[in-house]
Nanobody, 119 residues
Framework: QVQLVESGGGLVQPGGSLTLSCAVS????????LAWFRQAPGHEREFVGA????????YYAASAKGRFTISRDNAKNSIYLQMNSLKPEDTAVYYC????????????WGQGTQVTVSS
C-alpha cells in the first residue's frame, strides 16, 4: 500500500507561482512513477506531468511544459510541482498519483489540493 498526501494549494494571482508537495509513505520501494493530475469543475481529470521515482526522468503534458516543473526529494519521500506563470485556467484540484510499474495504472491517489488562480 502507498499513501499520498498533497499540500501547498491556495489562492494565487494570475502570473504568480505556487509549489505543491506530495508526501509518499507506505511501500515506497514499490513505486515506479509519481504523477500530478488536475481536475477543474465540469472537466475530466487530466494528466499534468510525472516523474520516474528511481531515475528522476520527468515528462509533461503540453499544457504544463515550460511552466511547470516536477522534482523529487527521495530523502523526504516527496515530490513537488513548481507552477509558474499561472493562469486562471490552471484553477483545479491537483492530485498526486502513484503507479507500481510502467504498464500499470495509477492505483494510488491523494485527496487533492485546491489551486485557485484569480485576481
Amino acid at each position: 500500500q502507498v499513501q499520498l498526501v498533497e499540500s501547498g494549494g491556495g489562492l494565487v494571482q494570475p502570473g504568480g507561482s505556487l509549489t505543491l508537495s506530495c508526501a509518499v509513505s507506505g511501500d515506497t520501494f514499490s513505486v515506479y512513477e509519481l504523477a500530478w493530475f488536475r481536475q477543474a469543475p465540469g472537466h475530466e481529470r487530466e494528466f499534468v506531468g510525472a516523474i520516474i521515482w528511481g531515475g528522476g526522468h520527468t515528462y509533461y503534458a503540453a499544457s504544463a511544459k515550460g511552466r511547470f516543473t516536477i522534482s523529487r526529494d527521495n530523502a523526504k519521500n516527496s515530490i513537488y510541482l513548481q507552477m509558474n506563470s499561472l493562469k486562471p485556467e490552471d484553477t483545479a484540484v491537483y492530485y498526486c498519483a502513484a503507479r507500481l510499474g510502467e504498464t500499470r495504472g495509477y492505483d494510488y491517489w491523494g485527496q487533492g489540493t485546491q489551486v485557485t488562480v484569480s485576481s
